[in-house]
C-alpha cells in the first residue's frame, strides 16, 4: 500500500484549485454551443420546409433559403470553433494533472491550449454575430417585401 506524501496531496489541490477557473470556462463554452445547436436547428427546419415546398412557391422564397444556407455555414464554423475551444481547454486541465502526476512541468503546453482556446472562442463568438447580421437581413427583407 503506498501512503500519499502530504507535498503530493499539496501538489493535487493545487492543480484542482488551478482547474477550477478553466471547468467554469467549458461550462460557458457549453453553453454557447447550446445556443449555437438550437439555431442550427431551427436554421435547418426552416431550411426543410422551404425546400419541400412546390417549385413555384420555393421561388419566391429562393432569397430566403440563400440566407438561411448562409446562415447554416456561419453556425457551423461558430460551433467547430467552439468545440475546438473546448477541446483546448480540456487539454489544458489535463496537462495541468499530468504535469502533478509525472512532475515534468509543462507550462508552455497549457498557456499555448488556454490562448488557442480563448481565438477560438473569439473566432466562434464572431461567426455567430455574422449569423445574427444575416438572421436580421433575412427579417428586413421579409418585411420590406411584404
Known amino acids: 500500500m503506498m ?12 492543480a484542482i484549485r488551478d482547474a ?30 422551404l425546400n419541400d415546398m ?22 457551423r464554423r461558430a ?3 467552439a468545440t475546438l475551444a473546448a477541446l483546448c481547454v480540456c487539454v489544458s486541465i489535463a496537462t495541468l494533472f499530468i504535469s502533478v502526476e509525472t512532475g515534468f512541468k509543462m507550462p508552455h503546453v497549457v498557456l499555448l491550449a488556454f490562448i488557442s482556446s480563448m481565438f477560438s472562442v473569439i473566432l466562434a463568438l464572431l461567426c ?7 438572421a436580421s437581413r433575412e427579417v428586413i427583407v421579409s418585411f420590406n417585401h411584404d
Not at 54 to 75: G, Y
Open 54 to 75: 412546390p417549385r413555384e412557391k420555393r421561388e419566391k422564397f429562393s432569397h430566403e433559403f440563400k440566407i438561411v444556407i448562409k446562415r447554416t455555414k456561419w453556425l
Open 128 to 134: 455567430f454575430l455574422r449569423e445574427i447580421v444575416l
Open 3 to 14: 501512503i500519499a506524501n502530504i507535498s503530493d496531496i499539496h501538489a493535487v489541490s493545487e
Open 20 to 49: 477550477v477557473a478553466p471547468v467554469f470556462l467549458l461550462t460557458g463554452i457549453g453553453s454557447i454551443l447550446g445556443v449555437l445547436i438550437g439555431r442550427l436547428g431551427r436554421s435547418i427546419d426552416r431550411a426543410r420546409l
Open 79 to 81: 460551433i467547430g470553433l
